[in-house]
């Protein structure tokens, strides 16, 4: 991981262990002295619900005042060992456990109620969303507008930035209350969004390097192939976990540290399993993360629940925090291609564009087949537009551009990105509570832990007579089967797939869902993903 620079002092090129050893020792001091400030200073900021500096702003700030430090003291060079680290440690020791707490923390109860609306958002979304800034960034570059690149390299950076992290929204829904329909939606949005994301990035980037005789049906099949071979491989290791914990008694005293590892230990082997086969690691352990929560979580016994529960948590945070350390370090201390300040400029305007298409046009298709009282208001659909700050996702994919992409074209695409979630991060992050506040929809909505089925929702399943439409119109009728498709799921789940899967009867589903919920606000800090 860390690649320290060769002592000039030695004739021979070598580092003496001693050296190297302590400018490892003085490395790590460092980085958990930062650590530690993020937490301290987080601590503070939401005891006294300073809303104008989010904790991930926080830290993202202290890894730009040390890289500043390190670049006045003339030490970054070795100062930039100590923190040399490739995009392989993000997608191998960082995003693996962020990502599988995402889907870990998911409430079941309010997911699948909203699972129609979160789906749409997610994948018909971030699809548009790509697109859309793939189209404009490469229309501004034939108009002179920005620095030009390819079409498909467009669609990459497209794909790059359409990874969301909604983390200061999420954390003021939690501190001053708000519907648990938008709460769910938001943050199961952000949970499928990154998936798809690396999906769109991985297809676009075959098709870069494979582009004789690609055709539109192939790259869907590419896309396809990525998607859905990944999501059936984490799946599948979510329902082996499940049964193994389900008969094979592990739930006794003496077998709980047994119990405990191997439950930490299916996330990365559902991981490695999707990378061993060439498909995604992370849309793999997402799904693993879901399943796993939804059915070997209750298999498990009461002491190993709490500590998988806290383990995931700390580990987390641990990790997203030293991402938005890390990305406040890079700026102060790596190579900008700062000449490109255009491509910056028109890309965070296009990016606003592509976000406004992908939260109202979704939310219009969404809003055909639902009835007055469950319509998604418009200013929950102003939140969800807002809520589009870019994070660790995006951060980690543009640092994989950088050797995907040949001719600098990457570290433009590097550049913009970091840009963009910095903005992103502390100056919309600043102001959201101000906006959501100014929107309405904090404060005086019902508080997170009222019941988000009631009437004023708009993602439960609802009655064919309330439904009906105009009997021609044949799009109406397509989202209303898929909205019935996601209702019959739930019935699935409860009927068979729970009982087949899990120790616990459907009889607990309240208490359980409570404790969901319960978890899903506790889940969720500002600055984590």
Not at 233 to 241: P, Y
């Amino acid at each position: 991981m860390d690649e320290l620079q060769v002592s000039p002092a030695d004739p021979h090129g070598g580092v003496s262990p001693g050296k190297d050893q302590q400018a490892a020792g003085v490395g790590i001091l460092l980085q958990i002295m930062m650590l530690v400030l993020s937490f301290i200073l987080g601590h503070v900021l939401r005891r006294h619900r300073f809303y104008y500096l989010p904790e991930a702003s926080a830290s993202l700030l202290i890894g730009l005042i040390v890289g500043g430090l390190a670049n006045i003291s003339n030490t970054e060079t070795s100062i930039r060992a100590w923190f040399n680290f490739h995009e392989e440690f993000f997608f191998l020791f960082l995003l693996p456990p962020i990502i599988f707490q995402s889907g870990f923390s998911l409430a079941p109860k309010p997911f699948f109620s909203n699972f129609g609306a979160i789906v749409t958002f997610a994948i018909l979304g971030t699809f548009i969303a790509a697109i859309v800034t793939g189209l404009l960034v490469y229309l501004g570059g034939v108009l002179y507008l920005m620095y030009r690149l390819p079409l498909v390299e467009c669609l990459m950076f497209g794909a790059v930035i359409s990874a969301t992290d909604p983390v200061t929204v999420l954390s003021i829904f939690q501190e001053l209350g708000t519907d648990m329909n938008l709460y769910a939606l938001v943050f199961g949005e952000s949970v499928l969004n990154d998936a798809m994301a690396i999906s769109l990035y991985r297809t676009m980037s075959l098709v870069k390097n494979n582009s004789s005789g690609q055709n539109f049906f192939l790259i869907v099949v590419r896309f396809l192939e990525t998607f859905v071979g990944s999501m059936s491989a984490g799946v599948g290791v979510g329902f082996t976990s499940a049964l193994l914990f389900k008969y094979a008694g592990l739930d006794i005293d003496n077998l709980q540290n047994l119990e405990c590892c191997l439950f930490v230990l299916f996330p990365y082997f559902s991981y490695m399993l999707a990378e061993g086969l060439g498909l995604s690691g992370i849309v793999s352990i997402l799904f693993t993360g879901m399943v796993m929560k939804h059915y070997s979580f209750s298999n498990l016994s009461e002491n190993s629940q709490k500590f998988v529960s806290a383990f995931f948590h700390l580990i987390s945070s641990l990790a997203e925090t030293f991402v938005f350390i890390y990305m406040g370090f890079d700026i102060a201390m790596e190579q900008h291609s700062w000449s490109h300040i255009g491509f910056i400029f028109f890309s965070i305007i296009f990016i606003g564009l592509a976000r406004a298409a992908n939260v109202f046009t979704c939310a219009y298709l969404l809003n055909l087949v639902r009835p007055a009282q469950r319509q998604i208001p418009v200013k929950h659909q102003k939140a969800l537009w807002y809520s589009g700050l870019r994070g660790a996702m995006a951060f980690a994919l543009a640092l994989q551009s950088v050797h995907d992409l040949p001719e600098g074209h990457g570290q433009t695409i590097f550049t913009a990105t970091t840009a963009i979630v910095v903005l992103t991060v502390l100056l919309i992050g600043g102001s959201t509570g101000t906006m959501l506040e100014a929107l309405h929809v904090v404060g005086d909505e019902p508080h997170l832990t009222d019941n988000f089925e009631a009437n004023n929702g708009y993602a439960t399943p609802y009655d064919d007579e309330e439904s009906s439409t105009s009997s021609g119109n044949r799009l109406k009728m397509r989202l209303k089967e898929f909205h019935k498709s996601a209702a019959s799921f739930r019935a699935l789940d409860r009927n068979y797939l729970t009982p087949f899967f899990t120790t616990q009867s459907r009889d607990r589903d309240d208490s359980d869902d409570s404790h969901a919920e319960d978890s899903l606000l506790r889940s969720r800090r500002e600055g984590f993903h």
